[in-house]
Structures are given as structure tokens and as C-alpha cells.
């Protein structure tokens, strides 16, 4: 394992309200990833961030912002959810050279109503 | 990475036989193909990977082969169990990965 924990698991919310999804790592890993995973898409990156306040956008990125202050935790905001945001969320850390070798953390299912 | 196809979507096997996925990439400069391995409910595991220097690349029942000039790389199970059970994915990277892209995923089901 890892060590890599997201909260919440689970989440509800209404279309319009503001969402934030918690990644922590506790292996110092200098790479995190958020991913989003649909149906018929497989999962598609949002953003990652390669080291405290260093992040970039990933294939899909309109609607969503990250912040990564500690080395530990990357957030991933949704400023204004919208019904298209229902998914499931990934959070992952290289483990390997050159950003390979993922692991994922268990996600975060979220229903935007 | 650019787009990656995925086939098929469904895979329906006997236990004992093999299974095979195969996915086609279009990036030239891509160099990093791994497999992920979801189990119901769970997170996505890496179970194979393999650089572009290399053609195949086995781990006991899993085996992943590479045809950089056709672009495309297939998963190869061998002596299914019904633990096999699961979708497949497969992804591929270029330059520093941070943009890894994924197929849409196989649901392999193997029956007993």
C-alpha cells in the first residue's frame, strides 16, 4: 500500500454548490494525480501536480482547480457542480521512474443531483 | 498521449482458456505501456507494464506483447480463473507521462 487515502468516500451534493475531494499520501511521493473514471471512458486525467504549489491541467480540466500547499495533500474543487461531474474520482501517486507505475487510491463516488 | 482504442469491450471465457485485449495507440512517441486491473467496486492495480525497447514481457499467466511499427500492444492471460474475473484497462505514455491516457476498459468474465 501506498499510503494513499481520499476523502470522502462517498458524496451527494446539489448542482451549483462548491465540492472538494481530499487526496493525503504519506510516502513523499513528489507526483499526485486526480483522475476521473465514467463509463466508456476508462479514466481520464483532470490535473496533477508535480511538487508543492506545481500543478497542471490534464485532458479534461474545465470546472475543476487543484491546490497542493503540503507535499502530502493534493484538493481537487469543483466551484460549481454540475450534474456532468457525476463520476468517480481517483486520486494516484507514482511509484516508479518517470511517472510510471500508478497506484491509485480507493476514490471518491460523487453524485451531483 | 493521444487517443488509445480498446478491444473488446466484453470478453466471455471458459475458466482454462485464454484471454486476450489489444490496444491500438496512434502517439509515435509513446513509450510506456502498462495494464491496470479493476476489480469490482475497487481501485484500478497495475499488473504489467512494458517500455517500447522491449516486445514482450511475461509474468507468469499475464504476458504483454508490443508491435511499435503496427502500434499496438495486447494482455494475454493464460489458464483463466474465475479470479480473473474483472475490466482490464490499458494505457500508454510518452515523453514524462504525466498525461498517461487509458483505454475504455474489458470486462473479461470467465465462467466456471
Known amino acids: 500500500d501506498a499510503g494513499i487515502t481520499q476523502s470522502p468516500r462517498h458524496k451527494v451534493t446539489e448542482t451549483g454548490t462548491p465540492v472538494t475531494l481530499r487526496c493525503h499520501q504519506t510516502?513523499?511521493?513528489?507526483?499526485m494525480y486526480w483522475y476521473r473514471q465514467d463509463p466508456g471512458h476508462g479514466l481520464r486525467l483532470i490535473h496533477y501536480?508535480?511538487?508543492?504549489?506545481?500543478?497542471d491541467k490534464g485532458e479534461v480540466s474545465d470546472g475543476y482547480s487543484v491546490s497542493r500547499s503540503k507535499t502530502e495533500d493534493f484538493l481537487l474543487t469543483l466551484e460549481s457542480a454540475t450534474s456532468s461531474q457525476t463520476s468517480v474520482y481517483f486520486c494516484?501517486?507514482?511509484?516508479?521512474?518517470?511517472?510510471?507505475?500508478?497506484?491509485f487510491g480507493s476514490g471518491t463516488q460523487l453524485s451531483v443531483l | 498521449g493521444e487517443n488509445v482504442e480498446q478491444h473488446p469491450s466484453t470478453l466471455s471465457v471458459q475458466e482454462g482458456d485464454s484471454a486476450v485485449i489489444k490496444c491500438t495507440y496512434s502517439d509515435s512517441a509513446s513509450n510506456y505501456f502498462p495494464w491496470y486491473k479493476q476489480e469490482l467496486g475497487k481501485r484500478p492495480q497495475l499488473i504489467i507494464d512494458?517500455?517500447?525497447?522491449?516486445g514482450e514481457k511475461k509474468d507468469q499467466r499475464i504476458a504483454v506483447t508490443l508491435n511499435k511499427t503496427a502500434k499496438h500492444f495486447s494482455l494475454h492471460i493464460t489458464e483463466t480463473q474465475p479470479e480473473d474475473s474483472a475490466v482490464y484497462f490499458c494505457?500508454?505514455?510518452?515523453?514524462?507521462?504525466?498525461?498517461?491516457?487509458f483505454g475504455a476498459g474489458t470486462r473479461l468474465t470467465v465462467k466456471p
Open positions: 501536480s508535480y511538487g508543492v504549489k506545481d500543478t
Open positions: 494505457a500508454e505514455g510518452a515523453k514524462n507521462n504525466n498525461d498517461m491516457r
Open positions: 510516502e513523499n511521493h513528489r507526483y
Open positions: 512494458i517500455r517500447s525497447n522491449v
Open positions: 494516484a501517486i507514482s511509484e516508479g521512474q518517470d511517472n510510471e507505475k500508478l497506484f
